[in-house]
């Protein structure tokens, strides 16, 4: 009974490690465009907010983006997929998800 019991405990122990990872960072570049240009390479997952406000977003990662009107990635916001340049108005922060 003791036996059943720690494999029982052990082999939850390995359902965690293996379901939990480290966040790992998208793959490719993030270029926003404004009254500068701001790029980041691998952008790892969280909220990044620009010193003025980005109009075009150039999305060249693996994953999709999230953009917001506000800093701090608050406001409205809008997902902007891996492609081409994108023309997004005035934004102030850009969310990369883990």
Known sequence: MI???I?????ACGAL???AGPAMAAEGHLVLL?????SYTD????CYTARTPFTT?????DTT???YT????TGLSRPIPPGKPVSVGGHRSVSVPS
Not at 43 to 46: D, E, Q, S, V, W
Not at 57 to 61: A, E, G, P, Q
């Open 43 to 46: 952008p790892r997952p969280g």
């Open 3 to 5: 036996l059943r019991r």
């Open 7 to 11: 494999v029982v405990a052990l082999a």
């Open 70 to 73: 506000q800093p701090s990635c």
């Open 65 to 67: 983006v999230v953009i």
């Open 17 to 19: 490690v293996a379901t």
């Open 57 to 61: 977003v150039h999305n060249d990662t």
């Open 34 to 38: 404004g009254d500068s240009a701001v």
